[in-house]
């Protein structure tokens, strides 16, 4: 077996990947081969919405975040469970693993935003279709109870997903642009020049590469490559290489 070392690196402004750390008893069968990249986002582009866990408060709640996409460039089709209520859930189980299915397979959907975290994700895990999902890799994005759905998502197909706001978080400045550089800009600098992108933990994306292979000093002139809305913005990164993860 190759040895392999792992290139951890702490950002200030740029994203990355997902979670992916698992446990092999937690969510069945571990996807081992490699990692599979949905493709990137453009302008123009449509973002499923939907509610795998809690229920929203309001409907405005639905209108701002879609409000949200529409600034960053890109359509919004929001699905059947949305706007529901179903106790503490937006709906039963199999709806709610139906509709984000529904969306996975929506040939109009670039990409599967979510409306907010809460609780129930975990109960969704044995009721996706992780061979659809495999099939039809798109960009998965929220945190809280959706980092559930994401981390059996990337264990089970590869498929990277990401951790980042959903629709009822505080959309500042900072969250919208860390949105923008990551799903458009951000790791694929990295990945293009052989920095495979396995994790990111916060603000630290973690890259996975042979031995011998780079320096450290490269991967963070790469990560800190300003898109042209963002020249003159002072950036900076710090991070260190070792065998396998840690935490400073």
Same mark, same amino acid.
């Given at each position: 077996?190759?040895?392999?070392?792992?290139?951890?690196?702490?950002?200030?402004?740029?994203?990355?990947?997902?979670?992916?750390?698992?446990?092999?008893?937690?969510?069945?069968?571990?996807?081992?081969?490699?990692?599979?990249?949905?493709?990137?986002?453009?302008?123009?582009?449509?973002?499923?919405?939907?509610?795998?866990?809690?229920?929203?408060?309001?409907?405005?709640?639905?209108?701002?975040?879609?409000?949200?996409?529409?600034?960053?460039?890109?359509?919004?089709?929001?699905?059947?469970?949305?706007?529901?209520?179903?106790?503490?859930?937006?709906?039963?189980?199999?709806?709610?693993?139906?509709?984000?299915?529904?969306?996975?397979?929506?040939?109009?959907?670039?990409? @599967?935003?979510?409306?907010?975290? #809460?609780? %129930?994700?975990? +109960?969704?895990?044995?009721? =996706?279709?992780? /061979?659809?999902?495999?099939?039809?890799?798109?960009?998965?994005?929220?945190?809280?109870?959706?980092?559930?759905?994401?981390?059996?998502?990337?264990?089970?197909?590869?498929?990277?997903?990401?951790?980042?706001?959903?629709?009822?978080?505080?959309?500042?400045?900072?969250?919208?642009?860390?949105?923008?550089?990551?799903?458009?800009?951000?790791?694929?600098?990295?990945?293009?020049?052989?920095?495979?992108?396995?994790?990111?933990?916060?603000?630290?994306? @973690?890259?996975?590469?042979?031995? #011998?292979? %780079?320096?450290? +000093?490269?991967?963070?002139? =790469?990560?800190? /490559?300003?898109?042209?809305?963002?020249?003159?913005?002072?950036?900076?990164?710090?991070?260190?290489?070792?065998?396998?993860?840690?935490?400073?």
């Amino acid at each position: 077996m190759d040895r392999r070392t792992f290139l951890p690196l702490l950002v200030t402004a740029v994203g990355g990947a997902s979670c992916l750390s698992t446990n092999a008893s937690d969510f069945g069968t571990i996807h081992t081969p490699g990692l599979l990249l949905p493709k990137r986002l453009k302008p123009g582009d449509t973002i499923g919405i939907t509610a795998p866990a809690a229920p929203i408060r309001h409907h405005e709640e639905i209108e701002n975040f879609q409000k949200i996409l529409e600034e960053l460039g890109f359509n919004s089709k929001v699905g059947m469970v949305a706007e529901r209520k179903y106790g503490y859930l937006s709906a039963p189980d199999d709806e709610r693993a139906a509709d984000f299915m529904m969306l996975v397979q929506d040939p109009e959907v670039d990409a @599967i935003f979510f409306i907010r975290g #809460g609780w %129930g994700c975990a +109960r969704l895990v044995d009721l =996706l279709d992780y /061979e659809i999902i495999a099939n039809h890799p798109k960009i998965i994005m929220g945190f809280s109870d959706i980092t559930t759905l994401l981390n059996a998502i990337t264990a089970r197909t590869g498929l990277v997903t990401f951790h980042g706001p959903g629709g009822n978080s505080s959309w500042n400045d900072y969250s919208v642009e860390y949105v923008r550089d990551l799903l458009v800009n951000g790791m694929w600098k990295a990945e293009q020049n052989g920095y495979r992108v396995i994790a990111t933990v916060y603000d630290e994306i @973690i890259s996975e590469v042979p031995r #011998g292979f %780079g320096n450290l +000093r490269d991967f963070e002139r =790469l990560i800190c /490559e300003l898109p042209d809305w963002a020249k003159g913005i002072p950036l900076t990164a710090g991070g260190w290489r070792g065998k396998r993860y840690r935490k400073d």
